[in-house]
């Protein structure tokens, strides 16, 4: 997914998608183990697509103003 695409999602809408991604990626290792998986290198694409959802997520939840009060 374009970087793009995932900056336009809120954070609730980037949570799903790095969900999303680690079960395919759990999908694609389960294939690779079991000798079914042709195309290896698409355990890289999906390792680095959730790499991209995560850092941009890290950076909308940092760009959100702090609810906690400041200590004293």
Same mark, same amino acid.
Request: hydrophobic letters at 40%; a positive charge; aromatic letters at 2%.
């Given at each position: 997914m374009?970087t793009?695409? &995932?900056? @336009?999602k809120?954070?609730? *809408?980037l949570?799903?998608?790095?969900?999303? &991604?680690q @079960?395919?990626?759990? *999908?694609?290792?389960m294939?690779?183990?079991?000798?079914?998986?042709?195309?290896t290198a698409? &355990?890289?694409?999906?390792?680095?697509?959730?790499?991209?959802?995560?850092?941009? &997520?890290a950076? @909308?939840?940092?760009?959100?103003?702090?609810?906690?009060?400041?200590?004293?």
């Amino acid at each position: 997914m374009k970087t793009a695409e &995932l900056r @336009k999602k809120d954070v609730a *809408g980037l949570e799903t998608e790095v969900k999303s &991604l680690q @079960k395919a990626h759990f *999908g694609l290792r389960m294939q690779k183990a079991t000798q079914q998986l042709n195309n290896t290198a698409t &355990l890289r694409a999906t390792r680095r697509d959730i790499a991209r959802a995560k850092t941009i &997520l890290a950076q @909308k939840r940092a760009a959100e103003p702090a609810t906690t009060p400041a200590a004293k």
